[in-house]
């Protein structure tokens, strides 16, 4: 019986692969993390399903996350970026910093921030289309400890994570930001960057599991980050030290790097490259 | 401590390197006990009272103010040394006591005889404990590494699929002597193999004392045996290397004394296309290569990078703690005459005889007729014991005979 689960996952994935997600199958099943049995697991993994869905969990950082679809499951070039981003810029307490995450998805990127950070030193909020997302992100607050903002002394002395649902391309926008009180010390985002052409070559795990609304940029990929120029280059959005942090998706750093720079705001961009070798996410600094 | 009296230990002459051999038989005149263990034990109390003489002569040398800073650090070193005067003090009263048995031991009050006897008794015991165990212990330095927990690693050898068979077979045993020694074993990483058995794996054992434990697993274990797979009923000969490194914890910072940070090549995997939000297929493997000493760790187990990664870290730090540990052993070895316990790893350690059920540890001669027994785990201790006495008493010579 396990010996055929396995030639049979093997068969889709490889040996090799099949191998390491059969041992976080039965890891998560030992665990109690998954409620499914081995075999429905295996069943769902052959039909494309991605794992990080079916076993409901991704590791990121230190943090474990909870991820649900069809929010997007957060990626290793992601936890690389932010980890890094967490070292690049220490916020103390003293002077608590306050960050807007635009798309925020599973949360990931604030709530691994506000783990890193000392406590009290940064105040987060993120932003999503979508309310699957948003209850997400809620869920993993909770899960990662990390409360939400309140009013109260004591939570002053903690990270906090909030969150609203909002469309970011609307015109009211900016409206709806003031409401969550800029200007902000930090604005990150992991937007959909994909582009037309390469939505429709994405692999089936991807395109018919994950949500097309975290993916999909606009025809050029770029629609999002052209909203991010506009946005920051509005006075009273953006600290007078403010740092933009981006990813991007393959062959876009240099573009939207010029885009960013346009806004007369910023004024010194790095772009930082992947594990892979790949120019992954865009930084500038007010 | 200098003995190993057990019913199935027998000993190859050439590794038994004893001095002196007890005279323990139970015939012997009462009025020789103490000489016998006195002349035993000759060179341990030499360089007890030694000691003791250096700590006399360095308390007269106080000043009356005991203020300079000369004076705070001969206080100090007293302070340190009081432990052995004490015990050389019960050592002395015990032996002033002893003496004055023995010519009661001859009485001609029955029940003074009687009396005199038992106290000889516990006597000969405290004497006995005095140069066993107190004295020895107060000599010899703690342990560096007594805090420190393990972290195995099992590679099959010769034998093919009946050496990844035998892995398993060992990993199991280790994971049932950490859970009745309370500690927590946990495996990190582990290859399978196709055909049954382990490949490869790493275990991390946490607890106090685990490295010192279990670090005299390190070498060549070789098992007999008809394997399971082998229709011929055939005996075959494999092989598997242990290799114990002591567990280094995460330090706070990167502040590492082991390495730094830039000496240190961390590197993907595999190629992962145009990534990010395009691929959602779990490729988490990372492999770091530690320039200076070629070191290369490879981690895939887990499902972050950043877990690989910590991990990977992990392993690194202990390999590089593991060659600072040896490196000091090799530099002893250079600086004394005496012999320490060779650090070769290719060195074939042990034999477990399934169709004799024993086990031999070649290295101290001892033979257990108990296979099963300790393939469950359950006494395997008697073996890590006896092979920590052997250390313990090595390292004893060597203090011995450097002193």
């Not at chain 1, 909002?166 to 709806?176: D, Y």
Request: net charge negative.
């Amino acid at each position: 019986m396990q010996h055929r689960l396995f030639a049979k996952l093997a068969a889709q994935l490889g040996r090799q692969q099949a191998s390491l997600e059969w041992k976080w199958m039965n890891d998560a099943i030992a665990s109690d993390t998954s409620k499914n049995s081995l075999q429905d697991i295996v069943r769902r993994r052959c039909l494309g399903e991605p794992l990080q869905y079916i076993l409901g969990t991704q590791p990121f950082g230190p943090l474990n996350l909870l991820v649900r679809p069809p929010v997007l499951i957060p990626r290793p070039e992601t936890e690389h970026w932010v980890i890094k981003l967490s070292e690049a810029i220490r916020p103390t307490a003293q002077s608590p910093f306050s960050l807007l995450d635009i798309g925020t998805g599973s949360g990931c990127i604030p709530l691994l921030l506000c783990h890193l950070w000392p406590q009290g030193s940064v105040h987060t909020h993120g932003v999503d289309i979508s309310p699957h997302a948003i209850r997400l992100a809620n869920d993993n607050a909770l899960l990662a400890g990390i409360p939400p903002p309140s009013d109260g002394d004591y939570l002053k002395r903690r990270n906090t994570f909030g969150t609203t649902p909002a469309n970011f391309l609307a015109p009211t926008f900016p409206e709806e930001a003031m409401q969550i009180k800029p200007p902000f010390h930090i604005i990150t985002s992991n937007p959909p960057y994909i582009p037309w052409k390469e939505f429709l070559e994405l692999p089936r795990s991807v395109s018919e599991y994950e949500d097309p609304k975290a993916l999909f940029g606009g025809p050029s990929g770029l629609e999002f980050y052209e909203a991010i120029a506009r946005f920051v280059g509005r006075k009273d959005m953006m600290t007078s030290d403010g740092v933009v942090a981006l990813e991007v998706g393959r062959g876009q750093a240099k573009a939207v790097e010029e885009l960013i720079r346009t806004t007369g705001r910023v004024h010194h961009t790095e772009i930082w490259t992947d594990p892979w070798g790949i120019e992954r996410t865009v930084i500038g600094r007010m | 401590m200098f003995r190993l009296l057990r019913p199935f230990v027998h000993r190859h002459p050439p590794l038994y390197r004893r001095a002196h051999v007890v005279a323990a038989n139970g015939n012997q005149a009462p009025a020789n006990t103490l000489q016998n263990i006195e002349k035993e034990h000759e060179r341990l109390l030499r360089v007890v009272e030694r000691r003791i003489t250096e700590r006399q002569s360095m308390y007269s040398q106080l000043t009356d103010q005991m203020s300079t800073p000369d004076d705070i650090a001969k206080l100090r070193q007293l302070k340190e040394s009081e432990p052995l005067q004490n015990a050389w003090d019960d050592w002395l009263k015990a032996r002033e006591a002893f003496n004055e048995t023995i010519e009661l031991l001859t009485d001609s009050d029955p029940s003074m005889r009687a009396l005199a006897t038992e106290e000889y008794t516990t006597l000969t015991e405290q004497l006995n404990k005095s140069v066993t165990e107190t004295l020895p212990q107060l000599l010899v330095p703690p342990s560096e590494t007594a805090h420190l927990g393990a972290l195995m690693e099992l590679k099959s050898g010769v034998g093919g699929s009946e050496s990844s068979l035998f892995l398993a077979d060992m990993l199991r045993m280790y994971q049932r002597l950490a859970n009745a020694s309370r500690w927590k074993a946990q495996v990190v990483t582990q290859n399978d193999l196709e055909t049954g058995g382990i490949k490869d794996a790493i275990m991390e054992i946490k607890g106090e004392g685990v490295y010192d434990s279990l670090r005299w697993e390190s070498g060549v274990h070789r098992v007999q045996r008809v394997p399971a797979t082998e229709a011929s009923g055939r005996v075959h000969t494999s092989t598997v290397a242990v290799v114990v490194l002591p567990l280094m914890e995460e330090t706070d910072g990167k502040n590492d004394d082991l390495f730094s940070m830039d000496e240190v090549k961390v590197e993907v995997m595999r190629a992962r296309g145009a990534g990010g939000q395009h691929v959602n297929k779990t490729e988490s493997a990372v492999r770091l290569t530690h320039i200076p000493s070629g070191i290369t760790v490879s981690m895939q187990d887990e499902r972050s990078q950043h877990q690989n990664k910590r991990r990977a870290f992990q392993v690194l730090r202990s390999r590089l703690m593991d060659r600072k540990i040896m490196r000091e052993i090799e530099e002893r070895r250079a600086t004394r005459l005496n012999l320490v316990r060779t650090a070769d790893r290719s060195e074939k350690i042990r034999t477990y005889n399934y169709a004799q059920d024993r086990v031999t540890d070649h290295r101290i001669g001892l033979t257990l007729k108990n296979l099963t027994g300790i393939m469950e785990g359950d006494d395997l201790q008697e073996v890590l014991d006896a092979l920590k006495k052997n250390h313990d008493e090595e390292v004893m010579e060597d203090m011995l005979n450097s002193a």
